[in-house]
């Protein structure tokens, strides 16, 4: 139980500006220092989970893993200082290790700088209306919320484009102490962070034709409706839809992911599958049919609320 969850994604980027209205639309929170004071580049989910957007030439920022605006450094709360201890024994024969006293940091073997310090996320109470179904109905008297956009609870899971995938997954589960949850047969595996979690925090991708790098970043909601609603929140807001919304038969979640400038695409998504230490990692295909049970391709209009027609698309 050494790692906990995902505290911040750094993000070198070629149009900033454009990068943090993106972040802001998306339903992330300027970051407030003492006396109110906004920190201009940092965003923060209900968690505290934080998303930063710098300048892609920013001389503080790690070697890119690809070219162009993408994730620059991903850090991992762990659970304690003695957590903490462990895991600086575990990576300090790693590449690019530097210990910073209370945060450590070192390259994985995909080639992103990855940071580990003590957890400062927050615990997040919200009301989540039930959802009623044959023989279990729960909401009475009370109608499913309809959300006019998403305001993320927390950082989810992160994929990424690998080269070794060997490697890679080695250092996670070895090193950081992952979980593999399932595994798509020679070409890709899915981590949580922790034995009892949701199903992963970390997807690794191996395809062909396509070298290491971002693929995106997924932020929980509540619920159904606010994947729906921060979906079209963000077309309102002239953002253009990857896919969705839709659902992965493999996690069980709910989905809607959207084009960023930020590098990737960026994922609303709920309902993922809780596993703990009785759950048997499955091994299979890698196929359309076990990434989407169903999808909207294009997103939805926001004034006909149908699909968009093929040549809306972008």
Not at 53 to 69: C, I
Not at 92 to 100: E, R, S, T
Not at 227 to 252: E, K, N
């Amino acid at each position: 139980m050494s790692i906990v969850g995902i505290e911040e994604l750094e993000f070198g980027v070629e149009d900033t500006e454009k990068g943090k209205r993106f972040a802001a639309d998306f339903g992330l929170r300027p970051r407030q220092q003492d006396g109110d004071q906004a920190v201009s580049d940092t965003f923060e989910a209900l968690n505290g989970a934080r998303l930063r957007v710098r300048a892609v030439d920013d001389v503080d920022l790690p070697e890119a893993f690809e070219s162009g605006s993408t994730l620059r450094r991903m850090t991992w709360g762990a659970a304690s200082s003695e957590a903490l201890q462990t895991l600086r024994e575990r990576l300090a024969d790693q590449p690019g290790f530097v210990d910073h006293g209370d945060a450590l940091e070192c390259r994985d073997p995909n080639g992103l700088t990855v940071r580990i310090r003590v957890s400062t996320l927050r615990d997040v109470e919200l009301e989540v209306p039930a959802i009623n179904q044959w023989g279990d109905i729960r909401r009475v008297d009370q109608p499913s919320p309809v959300y006019e956009a998403a305001h993320p609870v927390g950082i989810g899971h992160a994929v990424f484009f690998v080269d070794d995938l060997t490697a890679t997954e080695h250092f996670y589960r070895e090193c950081l102490g992952f979980h593999v949850s399932d595994r798509y047969i020679d070409r890709a595996v899915f981590l949580r962070m922790q034995a009892r979690g949701g199903h992963h925090n970390l997807f690794l991708l191996k395809v062909p034709h396509r070298g290491r790098g971002l693929n995106h970043v997924a932020f929980t909601v509540r619920d159904i409706h606010e994947v729906i609603g921060g979906g079209l929140a963000m077309t309102r807001q002239a953002w253009t839809t990857f896919i969705g919304p839709g659902r992965h038969p493999i996690s069980s979640a709910y989905f809607w992911y959207v084009n960023s400038p930020l590098g990737g695409a960026f994922e609303y998504y709920t309902n993922e599958d809780f596993l703990t230490e009785a759950w048997s990692p499955r091994e299979l295909e890698h196929s359309l049919a076990s990434f989407t049970e169903w999808a909207v391709e294009g997103g939805i209009d926001i004034e006909t609320r149908r699909q968009k027609a093929p040549h809306e698309r972008a």
